[in-house]
């Protein structure tokens, strides 16, 4: 039986992405997000608890992103867990778990200075990196990468 690796986040960018340009006009977008749960303890206060995400965009997305988002964009974000491992210069193990963005969309308001006057509201279509793209992003449609798919089928 095959696994499901997905994960869904809501929350705010804790800084403007950051976007490398890489041989073969290929782009990565890097980006911090927060997501914050609330609750009361015991005592009857509320408890805020922020956890940070690492997450990862390539193509288009990437493209987008950095045209779009903003720190403290509010996104909904589609992914798969991913963990790199390597050796450090002591000859350490190190990892890092970050999340592989298959699709976003933008929520709330646009943040002061994201985008220019024809920008999304709310979100984007991205296209398969083989398909050329034709227009501008259309609004109400989610930003998809489907081009990295492990399904077995």
Do not use: C
Not at 85 to 105: A, C, H, M, P
């Amino acid at each position: 039986m095959a696994g499901v690796n997905k994960v869904i986040l809501v929350g705010n960018l804790g800084a403007d992405p950051e976007v490398k340009y890489l041989e073969g006009d290929n782009t990565v977008a890097n980006l911090r997000l927060a997501t914050t749960e609330a609750y009361k303890n015991r005592n009857g206060e509320r408890v805020e608890q922020t956890e940070w995400h690492d997450l990862e965009m390539w193509g288009a997305q990437a493209k987008i992103a950095e045209q779009y988002l903003k720190k403290g964009s509010q996104i909904y974000v589609e992914g798969k867990i991913k963990t790199d491992s390597w050796q450090d210069e002591q000859g350490q193990n190190r990892y890092r778990t970050k999340i592989r963005v298959l699709s976003f969309t933008m929520l709330g308001s646009r943040p002061d200075g994201a985008g220019g006057q024809n920008s999304p509201q709310q979100s984007t279509q991205q296209k398969p990196a083989s398909a050329a793209p034709t227009s501008a992003p259309k609004t109400q449609e989610m930003v998809s990468d489907t081009e990295d798919d492990d399904l077995p089928f």
